[in-house]
């Protein structure tokens, strides 16, 4: 399966701490996103980078990618109650279409 | 407001029995898919529309069927539903597909179907 893997998958934080998250995939791709889901709901997009890309920024997220390990990280920083949900990695490793991991169950502690 | 619709949201079904999971968005999306959503597997992709009329296989199409007649809806149709095929069902479109796509794909807010 060329499905991504994250790491761990089940993460479980105070507030205010910092949240990370990793993802690992298979084969070359152009981008890879990351998506956020509350539970039973559907998938809302969070960040997309580029495989020419090694960081970026979005609010409290921060991406990074290592296409030379195949792999890529999310750190929320200042986490809050709210933010708490399962963390997606997607990559464009398919010719028309994305590719899922199988997510990153974060809790944060109020 | 921009959204991806499905309905139902929640199904309990007997097996054999026929049954359609409509999808539709409202932002003019070349792109849909329906992905099917399974503890400890992620989400699978079932099939993809690149456009109307253009509809191809994802990883886990066996059992299902899907039509592209207009670029709104994007229906899944499982012609003979098996308890194996009990599960959460999440449509989502984008305004293009392919690869190297930055597109956002946009997600419905999930059926839940069992299969007696």
């Known amino acids: 399966s060329q499905q991504g893997e994250e790491d761990p998958q089940a993460l479980s934080i105070q507030e205010g701490e910092n949240a990370t998250m990793n993802c690992s995939y298979k084969?070359?791709?152009?981008?890879l996103q990351w998506y956020r889901q509350n539970s039973g709901r559907g998938l809302v997009h969070l960040i997309l980078?580029?495989?020419?890309?090694r960081e970026k920024h979005s609010g409290r997220l921060r991406v990074t990618l290592d296409t030379s390990k195949k792999s890529s990280s999310l750190l929320i920083t200042a986490s809050r109650a709210a933010d708490t949900a399962s963390y997606f990695c997607?990559?464009?490793?398919?010719?028309?279409?994305?590719?899922f991991g199988t997510g990153t169950r974060l809790t944060v502690i109020p | 407001e921009a959204q991806v619709t499905q309905n139902p949201r929640y199904l309990i079904t007997v097996t054999g029995k026929k049954l359609t999971v409509t999808c539709s968005q409202n932002?003019?999306?070349?792109?849909m898919s329906w992905y099917r959503q399974d503890p400890g597997l992620g989400l699978r992709q079932i099939y993809y529309?690149?456009?109307?009329?253009?509809?191809d296989k994802g990883d886990v199409p066996e059992g299902y069927k899907v039509s592209r007649k207009e670029k709104r809806n994007f229906p899944l149709i499982l012609e003979s539903p098996s308890p194996n095929q009990t599960s959460l069902y999440f449509c989502?479109?984008?305004?293009?597909?392919?690869?190297?796509?930055?597109?956002?794909?946009?997600f419905g807010p999930g059926t839940r179907l069992t299969v007696l």
């Open positions: 989502a479109s984008s305004l293009f597909g392919g690869v190297a796509s930055t597109d956002t794909q946009y």
């Open positions: 084969t070359s791709i152009n981008n």
């Open positions: 980078i580029r495989s020419n890309e």
């Open positions: 997607a990559t464009d490793a398919g010719p028309n279409n994305l590719f």
């Open positions: 932002m003019n999306h070349e792109y």
């Open positions: 529309s690149m456009n109307v009329e253009v509809t």
